[in-house]
């Protein structure tokens, strides 16, 4: 079965068992996806789990061994001529020549395309203006960054790939960006996002497809991958009052809650979960603990775990 479901409407990709290897190693083993037109779509994973082998053959770069693909409603291998002109990939650094400018270059690409963006009002919304007219060369990692995003979106695609869109961009940057991803699912366009910043996955995405060893292991939207991870366990991190280094005996802890060994863990420096239903009782026994140990809450948290917990729980260290 595919990994999502569409809206009723024709699905923007539909991918049905692909696979694709390299010698001995089966980068992709049977992955299916159904993306909804103007939908958001996050494809996380480590280091070598299959990401870029399977974006790659959705955008039409790599030939699958076995499987189905339609992007937009066409095989982006045998009628990629037709798709390019309806999608916008994310350039990674090197794509360009480092003699340009970002303004000559979106210029250039806008002469590709019938309906094009405004390059101007392009360098303007990604915030490029103070270096429009600087070599490229001699752009910063994020200004390179932020030029790539703007020319994966000049010749206003109907589905976008982002690879990393934020990565290497400061605070103002990003924000920028996520804005910008926001403004293109408004606007009805689909995009494919990978990255491996966990919060960017859960701020933007409407569903997203965790893929490990090749293999598909987890789909839904965020609310439902945490949701369906939910444990009887609460976490909480510390400070100690008036200095540093704060840590929480663990066995104490676990006896003077009626835990017993194995009651609390240290997943983390100064983070700690507590292995049992977060009922008022034994919330306040745990904040009375802490007060008279003086240590400080810092947080709480009940029920579900973050994406990023979720993420970590369902794959291993990648190889690429």
Request: hydrophobic share 40%.
């Given at each position: 079965?595919?990994?999502?479901?569409?809206?009723?409407?024709?699905?923007?990709?539909?991918?049905?068992?692909?696979?694709?290897?390299?010698?001995?190693?089966?980068?992709?083993?049977?992955?299916?996806?159904?993306?909804?037109?103007?939908?958001?779509?996050?494809?996380?994973?480590?280091?070598?789990?299959?990401?870029?082998?399977?974006?790659?053959?959705?955008?039409?770069?790599?030939?699958?061994?076995?499987?189905?693909?339609?992007?937009?409603?066409?095989?982006?291998?045998?009628?990629?001529?037709?798709?390019?002109?309806?999608?916008?990939?994310?350039?990674?650094?090197?794509?360009?020549?480092?003699?340009?400018?970002?303004?000559?270059?979106?210029?250039?690409?806008?002469?590709?395309?019938?309906?094009?963006?405004?390059?101007?009002?392009?360098?303007?919304?990604?915030?490029?203006?103070?270096?429009?007219?600087?070599?490229?060369?001699?752009?910063?990692?994020?200004?390179?960054?932020?030029?790539?995003?703007?020319?994966?979106?000049?010749?206003?695609?109907?589905?976008?790939?982002?690879?990393?869109?934020?990565?290497?961009?400061?605070?103002?940057?990003?924000?920028?960006?996520?804005?910008?991803?926001?403004?293109?699912?408004?606007?009805?366009?689909?995009?494919?996002?990978?990255?491996?910043?966990?919060?960017?996955?859960?701020?933007?995405?409407?569903?997203?497809?965790?893929?490990?060893?090749?293999?598909?292991?987890?789909?839904?939207?965020?609310?439902?991958?945490?949701?369906?991870?939910?444990?009887?366990?609460?976490?909480?991190?510390?400070?100690?009052?008036?200095?540093?280094?704060?840590?929480?005996?663990?066995?104490?802890?676990?006896?003077?809650?009626?835990?017993?060994?194995?009651?609390?863990?240290?997943?983390?420096?100064?983070?700690?979960v507590v292995r049992a239903p977060a009922t008022p009782e034994l919330v306040a026994s745990l904040?009375?603990?802490l007060r008279d140990h003086d240590l400080v809450l810092d947080e709480l948290r009940t029920g579900?775990?973050?994406?990023?917990?979720?993420?970590?729980?369902?794959?291993?260290?990648?190889?690429?």
């Open positions: 079965m595919p990994a999502d479901v569409t809206n009723g409407g024709p699905a923007a990709i539909e991918v049905a068992g692909l696979e694709k290897q390299y010698g001995s190693v089966r980068a992709v083993d049977g992955v299916s996806l159904s993306i909804a037109p103007g939908a958001v779509f996050g494809l996380l994973g480590p280091n070598g789990a299959g990401k870029t082998t399977t974006v790659e053959m959705l955008e039409g770069y790599r030939r699958p061994d076995a499987g189905d693909v339609k992007v937009l409603g066409l095989d982006p291998w045998r009628e990629g001529r037709r798709l390019r002109p309806r999608i916008g990939v994310m350039l990674q650094d090197g794509g360009l020549y480092p003699g340009i400018r970002p303004l000559e270059a979106l210029r250039l690409f806008a002469s590709y395309y019938e309906d094009a963006v405004d390059p101007d009002a392009l360098v303007d919304r990604v915030g490029l203006r103070p270096v429009a007219g600087t070599l490229v060369r001699r752009l910063s990692g994020g200004e390179r960054q932020r030029l790539s995003l703007a020319l994966a979106l000049v010749g206003r695609p109907a589905l976008v790939f982002l690879d990393e869109p934020t990565a290497g961009l400061d605070p103002h940057a990003r924000m920028t960006a996520w804005a910008l991803v926001r403004e293109l699912r408004e606007q009805g366009v689909t995009v494919v996002l990978t990255t491996h910043a966990m919060d960017e996955a859960e701020q933007l995405c409407d569903r997203i497809a965790i893929i490990d060893h090749g293999r598909l292991v987890a789909s839904g939207t965020p609310a439902e991958l945490t949701a369906a991870d939910d444990a009887d366990e609460m976490r909480f991190s510390v400070r100690a009052e008036g200095r540093a280094g704060a840590r929480v005996d663990r066995l104490a802890l676990g006896a003077a809650l009626g835990l017993g060994a194995g009651g609390v863990d240290e997943v983390r420096a100064g983070e700690y904040t009375a603990w579900k775990r973050t994406l990023e917990e979720v993420f970590l729980r369902l794959t291993s260290d990648g190889r690429e």
